[in-house]
């Protein structure tokens, strides 16, 4: 009888053992989120021009009183698309890059007082539009 037990016991302590690892991963601490919008890192942030006529963020992050480079890259390829910052909707213009036809990228440097401030697609201002935050 022994022989046919001695299996069985074995099959449930390794069960046993490998449920104890697995609750003992679930225990363990999940890492911190992601951040939920692009943030200035090293006096740079990047938005994207995606295909559908949208940027890939809708909020920009920048530290503000600070010189901060915004790389625009348009990956909407054969798509013309620029990226300007205004003090807000319907305001003055800020900054912007050229009208650049996809693939291409450009850069433009601000040093923004803190606040929100509005940005588009100068060429598609309803559908490529958000906010940036200095703060």
Same mark, same amino acid.
């Given at each position: ?13 390794? $069960? ?43 909020? $920009? ?10 790389l ?29 036809t ?6 433009i ?27």
């Open positions: 009888m022994w022989r046919r037990v001695a299996p069985l016991a074995i099959a449930v302590s390794l $069960l046993a053992g490998a449920l104890g690892i697995a609750c003992q991963q679930e225990e363990a601490p999940a890492p911190p989120p992601a951040a939920s919008t692009p943030a200035a890192r090293e006096g740079q942030v990047t938005i994207r021009a995606i295909p559908t006529l949208k940027y890939d963020t809708k909020e $920009l992050r920048v530290p503000a009183n600070t010189q901060v480079t915004i625009f890259i348009n990956d909407d390829t054969g798509v013309p698309h620029d990226f300007a910052i205004w003090t807000k909707k319907d305001g003055k213009k800020i900054a912007g890059t050229e009208l650049i996809g693939p291409a990228r450009q850069s440097t601000v040093n923004l007082a803190p606040g929100q401030y509005y940005f588009n697609c100068t060429v598609h201002p309803t559908e490529m539009e958000g906010k940036v935050i200095a703060q």
